[in-house]
């Protein structure tokens, strides 16, 4: 079993940079999968990045790459989404995930454990 809570979220401008944190519980944060998603009013939720448990693989949908980067520190069960250059598009609660084991993937449904969420709100 894993908990995950997330935290780092808040209103911003756009151009601005936050960064977001998922502190996991349990002894076996390294055999995990990591991955952002995040969901804005009204549309399905989205993948937004990962990372795999070996090699730390990492993964971004194409609108983020090149702004976000996700990272993780076993030592501090923690895992991390540093957002920079803000657009109000990125406006949506994001949620932690973890799979264990797994690819990486971008699919919610291969990931088994999430966090409660927390809204990031960039404005124009």
């Known amino acids: 079993q894993v908990q995950l809570v997330e935290s780092g979220g808040g209103l911003v401008q756009a151009g601005d940079s936050l960064r977001l944190s998922c502190a996991a519980s349990?002894?076996?944060?390294?055999?995990?999968?990591m991955a952002w998603f995040r969901q804005a009013p009204g549309k399905e939720r989205e993948f937004v990045a990962a990372?795999?448990?070996?090699?730390?693989?990492?993964y971004y949908v194409d609108s983020v790459k090149g702004r976000f980067t996700i990272s993780r520190d076993n030592a501090k069960n923690t895992a991390y989404l540093q957002m920079n250059t803000l657009k109000p598009e990125d406006t949506a609660v994001y949620y932690c995930?973890?799979?264990?084991?797994?690819?990486?993937?971008?699919?919610?449904?291969?990931?088994?454990?999430w966090g409660q969420g927390t809204q990031v709100a960039v404005s124009s």
């Open positions: 349990g002894r076996t944060f390294s055999s995990y999968s």
């Open positions: 990372i795999t448990w070996i090699g730390s693989n990492t």
């Open positions: 995930a973890a799979d264990l084991y797994g690819p990486g993937g971008v699919l919610t449904t291969l990931y088994e454990y």
